[in-house]
């Protein structure tokens, strides 16, 4: 019986461990993205500092980037074209949240929810957008509907951000 009882221990003891160890593997050094505030109120007061942002990236191969955003305090609202060539555009409006400048990479994130559309077929998606020293990145990763017809990222933590989208004056040309 008290063979029994120190292997239980024993068994105990390695579990506490394993758990500890997936526990500090998963979580320490990871951004935690928090998910969009669906009840966000979208009217964005007229008496604080607006700050309009566009970025644009284009390949050879005829894919391209248009991003445009509009910053008032912690506020952000905008549109993000989406084409790669060999599929249909999808384009659309977000409004969400932006966070304070990151003192250490000196940039923002956005998180929002995107209005968009890709042919006939509209929906409202999840997005984050991180942005700053001239340049802009939209995550893109696995989606799923949370039950009432958003989309949300299926695991935030792995999210792609890739391409980089470059600033450019919002007058440019190729914002058109």
């Keep these: ?51 309009q942002l566009c970025y644009i990236w284009n390949t050879e191969a005829g894919d391209r980037a248009k991003l445009s955003i509009d910053v008032r305090e912690n506020k952000a609202t905008g549109d993000f074209y989406w084409l790669l060539a ?44 991180i942005f700053g020293k001239g340049i802009a990145n939209v995550g893109f990763g696995e989606m799923k509907d949370r039950g009432d017809g958003v989309y949300e990222y299926t695991n935030p933590e792995k999210l792609s951000f890739e391409p980089n989208l470059q600033q450019t004056d919002c007058n440019d040309e190729a914002m058109r």
Excluded: Y
């Design 1 to 51: 019986m008290k063979i029994l009882k120190i292997v239980l221990a024993i068994i105990v003891i390695l579990l506490l461990i394993v758990l500890a160890w997936l526990f500090v593997t998963n979580k320490i050094g990871k951004e935690k993205i928090t998910p969009p505030d669906t009840s966000l109120n979208t009217d964005v007061p007229s008496k604080t500092t607006n700050e």
């Design 86 to 129: 060999k599929n249909e555009p999808k384009t659309g409006i977000f409004i969400g949240t932006v966070s304070p400048i990151d003192t250490k990479t000196m940039k923002q994130t956005i998180v929002a929810l995107w209005d968009s559309k890709k042919g006939t077929k509209t929906r409202k998606e999840e997005i984050v957008i």
